[in-house]
């Protein structure tokens, strides 16, 4: 009988890696580095310079909390922080209705070809940089060249400026930006669906259950993470709410104040008045609101959780 001695190559390969498995190891950190070497200096170098700006006084000495009284004092803040969450939550409500309704719709279709180009029609909008969506909704929101300007007299607004009166800009921004952004989810959504079981979804309907307590009971549910991290990837980017407002600033002749948002008025801080530190203030409240709201949808949508 032969047995596996000391210098067998079964014990040899036991004792260390494979080749296969060192060189894919390896290759996985040469994919990673460029990520994490421009995380490093665009990101966390940056984000730390702001703590230290934002604990700084103009002088170079230690301030305190100094600036953040400052700029929370300031009259223009709390009317920025209502704009930033007035909108924030009539985006990421009609994000999870709207993009999880509609996934759920596109992918009950069984006609292919129907299905396909309705996710084309729905991601196309996103294909369009931020700044030239606003430049194409400054004229849908125009009553006299907007192809829906009955719709729009209809309402009652008769010219551009009494469209985009501040009060009307928390939804008008939100509209704009689930224009633009819903689609890609609503493919994403897509794809998790078709990762669901389809052996689960046929017990289901062969226990009775219809399309809507399918969708209630077992979709839904087994979306819950794709859904926690939609909404804080649009929350990210929803509390730099500042292109909308800036273009809409320059077009209106200042019916849309240049300090309407936290990032303008923080852009304001550093490039108007060249206060840096309360700048960096600003940045650092606005950045500790996203992290804490983002750890509620952690939390509550489970995404770290194990399956």
Known sequence: MLTAGAGSPRRQSAGRPRRGAATSATMSYVFVSPYLILMVF??????????????????????GLDNFTKVIGDFRFLPAVVHVVLYLAIWLVALLVFVVLLSLIVHSIAIRWLSTGL???FYLPGALAGASSVLLWLFVLDP?????????????????LSVIVPANLPPIFAIIAFWTGAGGW??????????????VIEA???DGANRVQ??????????????????????AAGTQLFVEPQLLSQASNAVVPNDYSLNQLAYQ???????????????LLLLVFALALSAVFVTRGGLFERD
């Open 42 to 63: 665009l990101g966390i170098l940056p984000a730390l310079y702001a703590v230290v700006l934002a604990f700084t006084a103009g002088d170079g000495g230690f301030a």
């Open 119 to 121: 996710r084309l029609v």
């Open 144 to 160: 006299t060249a907007s192809p829906v300007g009955g719709l729009l007299h209809a309402i009652g607004f008769s010219s551009f």
């Open 186 to 199: 609503i493919v994403i959504m897509y794809g998790a669906l078709n990762n669901i079981s389809g052996d």
């Open 204 to 206: 289901a309907r062969i």
């Open 214 to 235: 399918i969708a209630l009971r077992i979709q839904l549910p087994l979306l819950r993470k794709w859904i926690a991290y939609m909404l804080i990837m649009s929350l």
């Open 269 to 283: 801080y550093a490039f108007q008045q060249n206060d840096f530190n309360g700048s960096a203030a600003i940045s």
